[in-house]
């Protein structure tokens, strides 16, 4: 069973989760519409993909340093959203442990399979993806995900060279 609860946070906290919560309910609502048309999600994969890679290009610093991208990656707001823990946030490593996920908060609020939510999360995380893409000296993993039923989602942001 997949656990996520919220901390006790404040209205600015809970107006950005209500977006966050907005925007992953058009998106699960657009993939499930898609399946019925027999659709695969593979056009969400590169669709968000190349969202990202659009922010990545445009929203955030242009650096190899990762000490100048990480405070606009993990800047206040989405910190308290995701109820993100920076574990490393240096020079070669931003590692971060979210113990949230309003996107998680909305399937559930739509009643989704949980069966589902994996393959939803792993769509989301291509905007990420996309981001770190234009980076060619960052690398992204992911690890464990609040989607798959564990307590944290894991993001790893390495520097390469």
Request: some cysteine; overall charge negative.
């Amino acid at each position: 069973m997949i656990k996520n609860t919220p901390s006790k946070t404040s209205d600015k906290t809970e107006l950005i989760r209500g977006a966050i919560e907005h925007r992953a309910t058009w998106f699960a609502l657009l993939i499930e519409e898609a399946r019925k048309q027999g659709l695969d999600t593979s056009f969400a994969h590169e669709a968000i993909r190349r969202c990202g890679a659009f922010h990545g290009n445009n929203k955030f610093p242009k650096t190899d340093d990762l000490t100048t991208f990480s405070p606009a990656f993990a800047n206040e707001d989405v910190i308290n959203a995701f109820e993100m823990e920076l574990l490393e946030n240096n020079e070669k490593h931003l590692h971060i442990d979210f113990h949230y996920c309003p996107l998680v908060a909305a399937w559930k609020k739509l009643g989704l399979p949980e069966e589902d939510m994996p393959e939803l999360c792993d769509i989301a995380m291509d905007g990420d993806r996309g981001i770190i893409s234009t980076y060619p000296n960052f690398t992204f993993n992911l690890g464990k995900t609040i989607a798959k039923g564990d307590d944290v989602c894991q993001i790893r942001i390495d520097k390469v060279k």
